[in-house]
């Protein structure tokens, strides 16, 4: 552990990010909700919509993380974000990267 050390106090981001992976194999991680940020073009939601988002997630019906890339911005659950907000709560837990997939995976060929 301690070559890790060395890179986390350098204050270099990258190997950071490469550290952490490391010690992170699941991606899986609590944030505080403050550390998240938002995409720059919002879809409009109604406030309804979030309410029982939220009234769902104080139910136990709705335990999904929020899906964030390496700067931490929202990938995916949004409105999820937006009910924990208005529930007060401090940390989510998050997935880093969880929704890349290589190219590869998705291409395919027809042969006769």
């Given at each position: 552990?301690?070559?890790?050390?060395?890179?986390?106090?350098?204050?270099?981001?990258?190997?950071?990010?490469?550290?952490?992976?490391?010690?992170?194999?699941?991606n899986l991680r609590e944030v505080p909700l403050d550390k998240l940020?938002?995409?720059?073009?919002?879809?409009?939601?109604?406030?309804?919509?979030?309410?029982?988002?939220?009234?769902?997630?104080?139910?136990?019906?709705?335990?999904?993380?929020?899906?964030?890339?390496?700067?931490?911005?929202?990938?995916?659950?949004?409105?999820?974000?937006?009910?924990?907000?208005?529930?007060?709560?401090?940390?989510?837990?998050?997935?880093?990267?969880?929704?890349?997939?290589?190219?590869?995976?998705?291409?395919?060929?027809?042969?006769?």
């Amino acid at each position: 552990m301690d070559h890790y050390s060395n890179h986390i106090i350098s204050g270099d981001t990258q190997q950071n990010t490469v550290v952490l992976n490391q010690l992170f194999d699941d991606n899986l991680r609590e944030v505080p909700l403050d550390k998240l940020r938002l995409p720059k073009s919002l879809p409009l939601f109604k406030l309804r919509q979030i309410q029982t988002i939220a009234d769902k997630i104080e139910a136990g019906v709705i335990d999904d993380l929020l899906l964030v890339n390496e700067d931490f911005m929202i990938v995916k659950g949004l409105k999820r974000f937006y009910a924990l907000k208005r529930l007060g709560r401090s940390r989510v837990r998050v997935c880093i990267d969880c929704n890349n997939r290589s190219v590869a995976d998705e291409l395919f060929s027809i042969r006769k």
